[in-house]
């Protein structure tokens, strides 16, 4: 038996709700609209992504600063932690949200129908459900068939081929929610976002973290000055960072866990009560039949699409994490979705990645948007930089917190900001208008020309605009 929809949606994260609130409005609610997917609702930001890990550090937060004041006058004090409750309150909040931002509202569409299972193509245009309880083969002996098709199963975490890894107990960023007790010592293999966000909240809970990283630095996508004093101030914090770090093998002894690694010092062993893998991710798509739709992957699974997020195959598009790209990000899933769910309905939109701000919410924070310094100077072998202190900005003096740089990077040929990163306290706050002069092709001068709030750290982003034209170090603080 075969069941036919105007849309299929393969999926039930950030992207694929997207497309189906947005075919729903240009369609007038006219679109039927079968969600295929399994898991809990909403994917990976809500579940086990941004809202847990984000809640994990504000509490962090809230134990490790006051125990370590940064103003003259102000005694330490020093909150107790109930780990167990507090991750209580952590998946209670997961639970709310998933309830409030994704069950409700999915509910709240009459013209999408919701089916729980894995999808399978069957023919470029048929979905099969596979995994159902009701099939003692699998399979459910029902087809689904639209002449639209969105696939939007997202990514899941991957290790690495270290030997001994799978004879542990590792923790990823979907299983460390489970936990109940607060681990004394961790391990963090990768010293990308997700390693140094979960590695920076054990810090403050107190657990000794040492952090395993490949590269020469941690953060490689940001520019090294910002990644290293990153690592300077979590250093200053208590972590520790192994560095061009190759992995030998990891073992287990007793109740610990034990990773051997090879540095430029030699060999050592990294000694552990819990490890946590965060060295990438993999797409949804083993899973998919992929060749009965003739939709093309890359040499890692993941869907190969075009700026209106079409795939090889016409009728079938693709969006989120499970496509490939440079960056993971909700909001970026969100807006994918958004242009497939368009194009699919034939109002053509194309996907700009140019001005997608990405971030990691340690503290100090690291907010980006756009091209490099490195980037700019390869392609038109000149650049315009401008590298400002955070201990120019006075609301970062009032907050006597200093340590960071605001970076603009500006085309020389007409002065319109390009890129810009940031590491500051709430940086993710307001790297936004450095993501709108990004989009709109503004200039330093128009940034200039915008009177800002004063006193505020968003205020860093008008002074390296004049940095761009004078000598702040002279500048006094009501310079227009």
Request: glycine residues 8%.
């Amino acid at each position: 038996m075969t069941q036919k929809f105007d849309d299929i949606i393969i999926g039930r994260g950030a992207a694929a709700f997207s497309a189906a609130i947005k075919l729903t409005e240009i369609s007038g609610g006219e679109d039927s609209i079968a969600m295929i997917g399994s898991g809990p609702m909403g994917g990976t930001c809500v579940n086990v992504g941004c809202v847990p890990s984000k809640y994990l550090l504000e509490a962090s937060h809230s134990l490790y600063y006051p125990a370590h004041p940064s103003f003259t006058g102000i005694g330490k004090t020093h909150p107790k932690l109930d780990f167990g409750s507090m991750m209580s309150g952590l998946r209670e909040l997961v639970a709310g949200q998933r309830r409030d931002k994704y069950e409700k509202v999915i509910d709240s569409y009459p013209n999408v129908s919701v089916f729980e299972g894995k999808a399978r193509f069957i023919s470029p245009g048929e979905v099969e459900i596979i995994s159902r309880a009701e099939s003692n083969d699998g399979h459910s002996g029902v087809t689904y068939a639209a002449d639209r098709i969105l696939i939007a199963t997202g990514s899941r975490p991957t290790a690495p081929p270290i030997e001994g890894l799978d004879a542990v107990d590792y923790i990823t960023s979907d299983t460390v929610w489970n936990l109940n007790e607060r681990p004394d010592r961790l391990t963090v293999i990768g010293g990308g976002a997700i390693g140094l966000e979960l590695g920076q909240a054990f810090s403050h809970f107190g657990t000794k973290v040492s952090v395993v990283e490949s590269m020469p630095r941690i953060m490689s996508q940001a520019d090294s000055d910002i990644s290293e004093l990153l690592q300077r101030r979590l250093e200053s914090e208590g972590m520790k960072f192994y560095l061009k770090a190759r992995i030998n093998r990891v073992r287990k002894k007793d109740d610990e866990q034990i990773t051997e690694i090879i540095t430029a010092a030699g060999r050592s062993e990294v000694h552990s009560d819990a490890l946590l893998v965060a060295t990438g991710r993999a797409p949804n798509t083993e899973l998919l039949n992929l060749e009965a739709a003739k939709v093309a992957t890359d040499s890692h699974g993941f869907i190969k699409t075009d700026s209106s997020m079409r795939t090889t195959n016409p009728s079938v598009y693709a969006a989120g994490d499970c496509i490939s790209k440079r960056l993971m990000l909700e909001t970026l899933a969100g807006r994918e979705g958004v242009v497939a769910a368009s194009n699919m309905l034939g109002h053509p939109m194309q996907i700009d990645y140019a001005a997608a701000p990405w971030a990691v919410f340690t503290n100090p924070q690291i907010a980006a948007v756009g091209l490099t310094e490195e980037e700019v100077t390869r392609m038109l072998g000149s650049c315009s930089v401008s590298v400002l202190s955070l201990d120019r900005v006075p609301k970062a003096g009032i907050l006597n917190d200093t340590e960071g740089l605001v970076k603009l990077v500006a085309n020389p040929l007409n002065n319109k900001i390009v890129g810009a990163q940031l590491l500051a306290p709430l940086a993710t706050e307001y790297i936004m208008e450095a993501a709108t002069a990004v989009k709109l092709g503004l200039t330093y001068d128009d940034i200039i020309n915008t009177t800002h709030v004063f006193p505020t750290l968003a205020e860093s982003i008008k002074i390296a605009s004049q940095a761009f034209v004078r000598d702040v170090e002279t500048m006094s603080c009501c310079v227009e």
